[in-house]
């Protein structure tokens, strides 16, 4: 999850205002409440408190396609799914 983490700080550059590019502000506040949930998540293990992978998916899903960002948070997790995989 740290990982999809990183992933998601690069997918949140696109909303960054750069030359003559305006930059959006609900774009930056999308990914903000995305790695919201997940840092939560990682609270939540650390705790040992239970949830499920499942909750974990819809939930984050759900706040992408609330802002709009569903392409970008697919691809945070494919590049943190192949970094997984990388290390096993």
Known sequence: MLDLGMQLTISARSGYPI???PG??????AFNE????IYGRIRHLRREEEWTIESFTTGILEKAAFYGVE???IWA????????????
């Open 19 to 21: 030359e003559e590019k």
């Open 34 to 37: 995305m790695q919201h949930q």
């Open 71 to 73: 392409a970008d948070l």
């Open 77 to 88: 997790l494919s590049h943190s799914i192949r970094a997984i995989q990388r290390v096993q």
């Open 24 to 29: 959006s502000i609900q774009y930056l506040i």
